[in-house]
């Protein structure tokens, strides 16, 4: 049992942001802290409270051994899967990515853009110039003090997915519905009505994994 806690305190890092449930501006995946298994390269499985940031692009999970603590996953590189009840992501390059369906391939990345956490500006006002100086500073090689926002302190600006397909053995990145139409230009017409009829919203990763089985059908 101290081997595998020694384990988890390397494998998991500490980040001064508390717990607390998700709003409309949250940058949270999930509205709360879900149940979530890690497994692992080496077979070991971890189970915690867990969630993702769509800012900072990375995995956090509540450390129930330490005081509540939310920390964020790293080595992520040891990573094989991280399950969410029936939702599988996989770790790409340190960010997450959910494989929507194995056959025929579909990912996504749920991701977000970010802007500061308005702070008061006096006389109950707020402003999110004067919070332009809210950095946390790490060191760096050279001797100097570089500045590293916090996405403690960031707040979700717009919430945008961008998803994967496989062909021909390689992933295709599709970031609006533009290049889905011209990765499948063959079936445009049929795919373009598909869309009409069905009210396909690129945004909705659940109908555009509709399309894509769609589209799919359409080559058999």
Same mark, same amino acid.
């Given at each position: 049992?101290?081997?595998?806690?020694?384990?988890?305190?390397?494998?998991?890092?500490?980040?001064?942001? $508390?717990?607390?449930?998700?709003?409309?501006?949250?940058?949270?995946?999930?509205?709360?802290?879900?149940?979530?298994?890690?497994?692992?390269?080496?077979?070991?499985?971890?189970?915690?409270?867990?969630?993702?940031?769509?800012?900072?692009?990375?995995?956090?999970?509540?450390?129930?051994?330490?005081?509540?603590?939310?920390?964020?996953?790293?080595?992520?590189?040891?990573?094989?899967?991280?399950?969410?009840?029936?939702?599988?992501?996989?770790?790409?390059?340190?960010?997450?990515?959910?494989?929507?369906?194995?056959?025929?391939?579909?990912?996504?990345?749920?991701?977000?853009?970010?802007?500061?956490?308005?702070?008061?500006?006096?006389? $109950?006002?707020?402003?999110?110039?004067?919070?332009?100086?809210?950095?946390?500073?790490?060191?760096?090689?050279?001797?100097?003090?570089?500045?590293?926002?916090?996405?403690?302190?960031?707040?979700?600006?717009?919430?945008?997915?961008?998803?994967?397909?496989?062909?021909?053995?390689?992933?295709?990145?599709?970031?609006?519905?533009?290049?889905?139409?011209?990765?499948?230009?063959?079936?445009?017409?049929?795919?373009?009505?598909?869309?009409?009829?069905?009210?396909?919203?690129?945004?909705?990763?659940?109908?555009?994994?509709?399309?894509?089985?769609?589209?799919?059908?359409?080559?058999?």
């Amino acid at each position: 049992m101290r081997q595998l806690l020694l384990f988890l305190s390397v494998l998991f890092c500490a980040v001064s942001e $508390g717990y607390a449930q998700s709003g409309e501006n949250s940058s949270s995946l999930f509205g709360d802290y879900q149940e979530a298994t890690v497994y692992l390269k080496n077979g070991r499985q971890v189970r915690n409270k867990m969630n993702y940031n769509l800012v900072s692009e990375k995995f956090y999970f509540i450390d129930e051994r330490d005081g509540q603590q939310v920390k964020i996953l790293s080595n992520v590189d040891e990573v094989n899967i991280i399950k969410f009840g029936e939702r599988t992501f996989y770790p790409e390059k340190g960010a997450g990515v959910e494989i929507l369906s194995s056959e025929p391939p579909f990912y996504v990345q749920y991701k977000g853009t970010a802007r500061d956490k308005p702070k008061a500006a006096g006389y $109950g006002g707020t402003s999110s110039v004067s919070n332009t100086t809210t950095y946390s500073m790490v060191g760096s090689n050279s001797g100097r003090m570089t500045a590293v926002y916090d996405p403690g302190r960031l707040e979700l600006g717009r919430r945008y997915n961008v998803y994967w397909v496989e062909k021909k053995g390689k992933k295709k990145e599709i970031r609006n519905m533009k290049q889905f139409l011209k990765l499948n230009s063959d079936y445009r017409e049929d795919l373009e009505r598909y869309i009409k009829e069905n009210g396909v919203k690129f945004d909705d990763a659940q109908q555009m994994l509709n399309l894509y089985i769609y589209a799919d059908s359409l080559t058999e």
